[in-house]
Each structure stands twice: as structure tokens, then as C-alpha cells.
């Protein structure tokens, strides 16, 4: 995957659809000081060049009913590509498995779960995370709050040459 050149409107455009992607295209033209048309266009090649991959709401987990969220550190016994591959594609059919991330150290993956309860987690963990191909061990660490949760990758300015 190879890097896109960002520029300061880039930034500014990202930036500001980070913080409210449902913001008009004409409100973020006057924004950022630029007539619509060059801004939609700066916007689709964005899009293109898929640094902007969707557009999405924001929800607040507890008022879905999802009180609990854990982070499921999980080894597996294989180390091998096609152990790993078969792991992954179970994970991606998982709704309650919210993220997954391949990590180094002492363990192999990192889930982050979301559940409606301390029961229904238990049942998923023992029934469905357990069960998955290749687990050798799990453990898992209960979010007691949210401290500063996903909103927003920070974006840097383009460095001076």
C-alpha cells in the first residue's frame, strides 16, 4: 500500500470529515475559504485514492445495549499462514468480534469484543471465541471506561523540504 502525498487542504478536508462526515459539501467548501466545485473535486480523489474509505455514524455502545467491551488477547498454536488465514476468516464472520488486529509479542491476535453483558460475554467467549480454530490460549481484560475512545486518526502537516 503505497502512501498518498497529503497537502494542508487535504489535512483540512480530512480533518474536518472526521469530526462530521455528514457536513455539506458547500459547508466545507466555505470552511475551508475554496469555491464547491474544487472542493468536491479534492473530496472524490480523496475517495479514490481510497484514504477516505465510507462514511460512517458514530454510536454510543450503551444506548444499543452493549455494556461491556473486552479485549481478547489470543495465541495460537500454529504459527503457520494457513493457521493464521483460517483464524482471521472465522474472526471477520464474527459480529460481536468489533475489531482484530494481527500483533507481535506475547500473543498473536488482539479482538475487541463488544457485549450486551457480563453473561453474554461469557457465553461467547467459552462457546464461540474458545472454539475457534487453532486457540491455544486466550485472555481476556475487561474495559472498565472509556478514557479516550476512537474518533479520529490524527493527521500531521506536510513537512517543509
Known sequence: MTKTPLNLTDIKILTALQKDARITNQTLAEQLGMSASPCWRKVRKLEEDEVIQGYRAVLDRRKIGLGVMVFVRVSIDSHSEAEARKFEQEVMELEDVVA????????????????????????????????????????????????????????????QD
Open 100 to 159: 482484530c488486529y494481527s500483533i507481535g509479542g506475547d500473543a498473536d491476535f488482539l479482538l475487541q469484543v463488544v457485549s450486551h453483558d457480563l453473561d453474554s460475554y461469557a457465553e461467547f467467549s467459552m462457546s464461540v471465541i474458545r472454539r475457534l480454530p487453532g486457540i491455544k490460549e486466550m485472555q481476556s481484560m475487561f474495559v472498565l471506561k472509556e478514557i479516550k475512545p476512537f474518533v479520529a486518526f490524527p493527521i500531521k502537516k506536510p513537512e
